[in-house]
């Protein structure tokens, strides 16, 4: 009886198209931040950019928080699409973050490892975009999706290498010269980390999601 009840009760459809709307400016923001890594005369463009992106995803995730609470039956359990939405902000807020530390202490030139770690982590940006859509369908996709995260995880623990050989370069190249290089590149650095980790957060939650519904 409660089944049938349930059918006869307005479904929100709108949750799947939300979260593509908000990988996709996950995606961007990991673009403009690898735009800004790069170095240069357009390092103040793109960190306008990643702004840009970070305000439209708040902007989704705010949609998203609403239809979770007006819509009687969802997709998934209603805290498993707030956690979700909510981690896939924080990885956008994070590359928000990392631009104001770069416009704040007006970087221009970026090391080596730092580009390596931007290039990781729009890669992590297109695999949570991929996941999302099968999470419509988790039965038949949970091979997939457990690759998926277990490669987001991987990725992030490549990005833990990369800051700690980043930091030991930094600490080689400045520790005879200007202590406050050290200091902002290591702040580069922690946000850059702190990024890949927000992505792993996101590998957690989809996996999570994944684990109720199997």
Known sequence: MLRWFKALLPHEE??????????????????????????GDEVPAYCQKVSQFEQQADEITRSVLTAVRRTFITPFDRVDIKDLITSMDDAIDQMHQTAKAVTLFEVREFEQPMREIGSILVDCSKLIGRALPLLQAIGGNVTTLTAITEEVTKLEGRVDDLHDI????????????????????AEIYDHLEKVADRFDDVANEINSIVIEQV
């Open 166 to 185: 980043g930091l030991k370069e930094l600490f080689l190249k400045h520790r005879n010269a200007n202590t406050m290089d050290f200091i902002v590149g």
């Open 14 to 39: 709108g949750f799947f198209e939300l979260f593509a709307q908000h990988s996709q400016t996950i995606v961007n923001g990991a673009e403009a931040l690898q735009g800004v890594l790069r170095g």
